[in-house]
């Protein structure tokens, strides 16, 4: 299993673009990324995954470079309602031993 | 469509007490996951199904036994409960996909806490 390193907690204010990278070195050929948001008492979310490049859904953006060995997910315009903990997950189809390590605490602030 | 709902919200154990935990899922999916969440620790898998009557240990099973019998069900037992079982639990599930890594749907969880 690929392991990540992300950071443990960042800072915004409402309005900005907050950029988050996960770090996984290890990433296999048939590795994806995905990234997951957890709030408050409830369980995550899936919020977007991706193999290379971009991808960009209808709440955030995954940049992928050439070498795979990191990954950023973008929150455009953040609001005090995206403050939530956000996991980066690599790995591929029947990998069911997924680690969600401890995420990225993202608190925005008005 | 309810999505995967776990029973139930919150409990209170005494140490050496045995409980269940149930989730229950209405999308049809092959796979179930048992997690728990301490402070500080994200998730951590305990036990896993990819299939009715089928179950496989996860990060840290030890005190914890699991059942798929239905495949809309999965269930965790504490036999005996230890303090150290104090936690958030949070059932998920998720359906094959070719190439892709599955997407894992999560319930609202269970708050166990055991004196």
């Known amino acids: 299993l690929a392991k990540t390193t992300q950071p443990i907690s960042m800072d915004s204010y409402e309005g900005q673009e907050v950029n988050i990278t996960c770090s996984h070195n290890n990433i296999a050929t048939n590795d994806y990324i995905t990234w997951y948001q957890q709030f408050p008492s409830q369980g995550p979310r899936f919020i977007i995954q991706g193999y290379k490049t971009k991808v960009t859904n209808e709440v955030a953006s995954l940049f992928i470079p050439a070498d795979r060995k990191s990954s950023t997910l973008s929150l455009p315009r953040v609001s005090l309602s995206d403050t939530a903990v956000y996991y980066c997950?690599?790995?591929?189809?029947?990998?069911?031993?997924?680690?969600f390590g401890a995420g990225t605490t993202v608190t925005v602030r008005a | 469509n309810a999505g995967v709902t776990q029973t139930p919200k919150f409990r209170v154990l005494k140490t050496g007490q045995s409980m269940t935990l149930l989730c229950a899922q209405d999308?049809?999916?092959?796979?179930m996951y048992w997690y728990r969440q301490d402070p500080g620790m994200g998730l951590r898998l305990i036990h896993y199904?990819?299939?009715?009557?089928?179950?496989a240990k996860g990060e840290v099973p030890d005190g914890y036994n699991v059942s798929r019998l239905k495949k809309q069900n999965f269930l965790l037992g504490l036999e005996s409960a230890a303090p150290s079982q104090t936690s958030v639990y949070f059932c998920?599930?998720?359906?094959?996909?070719?190439?892709?890594?599955?997407?894992?749907?999560f319930g609202p969880g269970t708050r166990l806490l055991v004196l």
């Open positions: 999308m049809n999916h092959e796979y």
């Open positions: 199904s990819v299939g009715e009557g089928t179950t």
């Open positions: 998920a599930s998720s359906y094959p996909r070719l190439a892709l890594q599955e997407t894992q749907y």
């Open positions: 997950l690599v790995g591929f189809s029947n990998d069911y031993k997924l680690s």
